[in-house]
């Protein structure tokens, strides 16, 4: 099992940043891949920002050049640095992490709300 906590999310006006941070526990040997997805009102889980084992990242092209994904393995943290926030970027943020055998583990979300 992998615990993940999330943590970071509030209000903040459009052009602002916020940093948001995941710790996770357990048998974190077994992960894979982390992520953060986001959930806007009505919509589904969107990927937003993956990291490998291996420091590799991915963005979806909407955060490009604006959020940046990173993960501390001594503290077992996942971070997403996001800048230059719009209103299309609010919603529910969550921490994931993909183990090896193709299981999912899921922090209980933090919501950001970007005003216009």
């Known amino acids: 099992q992998v615990q993940l906590v999330e943590s970071g999310g509030g209000l903040v006006q459009a052009g602002g940043s916020l940093k948001l941070s995941c710790v996770f526990s357990?048998?974190?040997?077994?992960?894979?891949?982390m992520n953060w997805y986001r959930q806007a009102p009505g919509e589904q889980h969107e990927l937003v920002a993956s990291?490998?084992?291996?420091?590799?990242?991915r963005y979806v092209d909407s955060v490009k050049g604006r959020f940046t994904i990173s993960r501390d393995n001594a503290k077992n943290t996942l971070d997403l640095q996001m800048n230059s926030l719009k209103p299309e970027d609010t919603g529910v943020y969550y921490c994931?992490?993909?183990?090896?055998?193709?299981?999912?583990?899921w922090g209980q979300g933090t919501q950001v709300t970007v005003s216009s």
């Open positions: 357990g048998f974190i040997l077994s992960i894979e891949t």
């Open positions: 994931n992490a993909q183990s090896l055998r193709g299981v999912d583990y």
């Open positions: 990291i490998n084992w291996d420091g590799t990242s």
